[in-house]
Nanobody
């Protein structure tokens, strides 16, 4: 069982940067694939990136966003640069679950544990 708490959201101007954190409970954090998803108003939740043995990003954020983790602190981070209004969303971190496979690795179905989300708003 993993409990996740995101922090670091806020309001930023286009072109700016923001860093999100996700603190996890539990002693087995290092064994989890950790992912970030986001959900914009009126849209479905979408994959942003994940980190496990490798780190993978959605094409929409590749080159602008960076995921890192500190297993000693049970924390995963999302550094977001060159933000634009289309990045406005609630951002969620997630830990992989029983249905995690190579197919579900970038899908909601692959993750059983979710944080409460943190709002990121990018103004134009």
């Amino acid at each position: 069982q993993v409990q996740l708490v995101e922090s670091g959201g806020g309001l930023v101007q286009a072109g700016g940067s923001l860093s999100l954190s996700c603190a996890a409970s539990g002693r087995t954090f290092s064994t989890y694939v950790m992912a970030w998803f986001r959900q914009a108003p009126g849209k479905e939740r979408e994959f942003v990136g994940r980190t496990g043995t490798t780190t993978v990003y959605a094409s929409s954020v590749k080159g602008r966003f960076t995921i890192s983790r500190d297993n000693a602190k049970n924390t995963v981070y999302l550094q977001m640069n060159s933000l634009n209004p289309e990045d406005t969303a609630v951002y969620y971190c997630a830990a992989h679950g029983k249905r995690y496979t190579s197919i579900t690795a970038s899908q909601i179905a692959g993750y059983d544990y979710w944080g409460q989300g943190t709002q990121v708003t990018v103004s134009s």
